[in-house]
């Protein structure tokens, strides 16, 4: 931010608490840029510039008068903050075009520059002091609705209930509001359930908005249910068509849309992937204390969608067509049609053999460790399974509230699969305790985990102990069940590209044209896969998101041919 921002005194918050930097004040110099870019417009008292759930909003730089931001709760007009010359509205929604949790309006009358998405995205192209400074107001100012509470949805749960996390883990990594009553421990629960004709039985409830009122509802559902997505244009031909919202598609995402080409992803969760919830990344280059997993994601959303992408959420891909021009069919029977694809839907963890693993997912096996799930191991002893960085970074930050973390690594040394620096701090940290040549031989429980058991050694007794909590991080398995047979596969599932093909793979598939595969090119032209998903791959954030970039450098080759 340049000088001149930061001698101005912060606006006027409905808190003292609230920080101020969250509301930066513009310079003259800056507030005449934004006025070439937008309307300018009286505005009259009590006016609303913004309502709530209202899609296509707009910011509004403070010319004179006030603006006052606010969140009806309950009946109550809340204020947030209130804005005066020099100050502008609006959060991250008005980036990802998805609709508003808050409400503008104006408290005195004035005059406002109004900039609406297509402005304000225009802007941020092309300014780049205006960008940092809008850009990183947006973020915080969505940090800020998220940890103060403010209500756009109300979850009805239980924290026993493996629904309940799931719903909760779908909002968080979507970072969209969310106020939640656990059945087992708040007192306002009898009077929502009556006021929203519900029962336990139906939990996890979502209310939308305060109107709709969803029982067990799909990570789909919830998605429509808050507009967290366009619509699908069938007809139209994009130039790129991601499947997968992880480091490796959100960056191909960036470069693609950057690069002028029209860019849709197709994410089945929330978008970073797998890296998504990790809890923190140290070895990612221009990070020396690290980031989350989920921050870094979120960072990388905002970026694609500022140059233009579409991301869409709870939207996984079932089907793909080679026949002709390229076709990614999703839930639903919906069609979209792309010049090239890139698959990047990445990989899961493996499971381990236990006949009643499933009855227990999601109520006390989990597969990442977001605070989500590690919130409810606060005192607790907990395992760890598995022996790779994502598996160490979860230990290390399960360590900080756990009572004492079970690492159980198959193993008899973690160096071949663990960077040195976790290591390191495993072995040196008291409440780890590491278990090599050691596996989980048996989960026990009823409804819900209790006990765990595990051997160590291939004839080594076995231990049974008393822990509810169970994070499994294991090898991988490749995401291409709905590939249907369009792409080459090696042994293991995993898409071959480039290099890797050999000419019985190439014969095979019928490949069409006079050049060989480009590298991460797969068996059928203009088919990409990028990430965990490719056969070979580098298993770390930083070379996925390389091969995302990389890909798209290909795929203007193809799209000139």
Partial sequence: ?????????????????????????????????????????????????????????????????????????????SPIVRYRRGQFSGETNLITGRPSVVQVYVAEPGEVIELNRDQLLALIQTDAELSEILIRSFILRRVLIVDRDIRDVIVIGSTHDAGTLRVKGFLTRNSHPFHYVDLDRDRETQELLDRFHVSPSDIPIVVCRDAVVLRDPTNAQIADCLSLNEPIDQTRVSDLVIVGGGPAGLAAAVYGASEGLSVVVLESNAPGGQAGSSSRIENYLGFPTGISGHELAERAYTQAVKFGARIMVAAGATSLGCNGRHAVVIGGGLTLRARAVIVATGAQYSKPALDNLSAFEGAGVYYGATPTETQLCVGEEVVVVGGGNSAGQAAV??????????????????SETMSRYLIRRIEENPAIVLHHDTEIVGLEGNGRLERVVWRSGSEGDTETHDIRHVFIMTGGVPNTGWLNGCVALDQKGFVKTGPDLSSDDLTAARWPVGRPP?????????????????SGNVKRVASAVGEGSIAVAFIHQVLRQ
């Fill in 397 to 414: 930050s399960l360590a900080e509230s756990a009572d004492r973390v079970h690492m159980l690594v198959r193993r008899s040394t973690l």
């Fill in 518 to 534: 480009f590298l991460l090119e797969t068996s059928h032209p203009g088919i990409f896969a990028v990430g965990d998903v490719r």
């Fill in 1 to 77: 931010m340049s000088k001149a921002t930061d001698t101005v005194p912060p606006p006027q918050a409905a808190s003292a608490s609230l920080p101020w930097d969250v509301f930066p004040t513009l310079s003259e110099r800056q507030i005449t840029r934004m006025i070439d870019h937008g309307r300018r417009r009286a505005t009259v008292r009590d006016e609303v510039l913004v309502d709530l759930h209202s899609k296509g909003g707009s910011s509004f730089l403070v010319l004179s008068g006030e603006v006052v931001v606010r969140r009806p709760d309950g009946g109550a007009e």
